[in-house]
């Protein structure tokens, strides 16, 4: 059974910067193409960055330029660097095989930007 554990979400200004961490166990991590996602209340979860097992990485155009994902094989790790936060950026912000193959979501890290 996988587990994901998302960590290192916070309050903060818009401006400043955030780095979350996800430890996945369970699982061929190493040969699997991983995500960050984040949801809003009353709005769907959406794909925010994923890297596959190549470390080819991709982003949303709505945080190209300031997100950096990466990842850990050794530590079963994925990361998110955020920088120049915005409030909009605010959300749950959850890590997630990407394409979803089934695993359970965990229970998020929350980011929350003030203006």
């Known amino acids: 059974q996988v587990q994901l554990v998302e960590s290192g979400g916070g309050l903060v200004q818009a401006g400043e910067s955030l780095k979350l961490s996800c430890v996945v166990s369970g699982s061929s991590f190493s040969t699997t193409a991983m995500g960050w996602f984040r949801q809003v209340p009353g709005k769907q979860r959406e794909l925010v960055a994923s890297i596959n097992n190549k470390f080819r990485t991709n982003y949303e155009n709505f945080v190209r330029g300031r997100f950096t994902i990466s990842r850990d094989n050794a530590k079963n790790m994925v990361y998110l660097q955020m920088t120049a936060l915005e409030p909009e950026d605010t959300a749950v912000y959850y890590c997630?095989?990407?394409?979803?193959?089934?695993?359970?979501w965990g229970q998020g890290t929350r980011v929350s930007v003030s203006s």
């Open positions: 997630n095989a990407a394409p979803l193959v089934g695993w359970s």
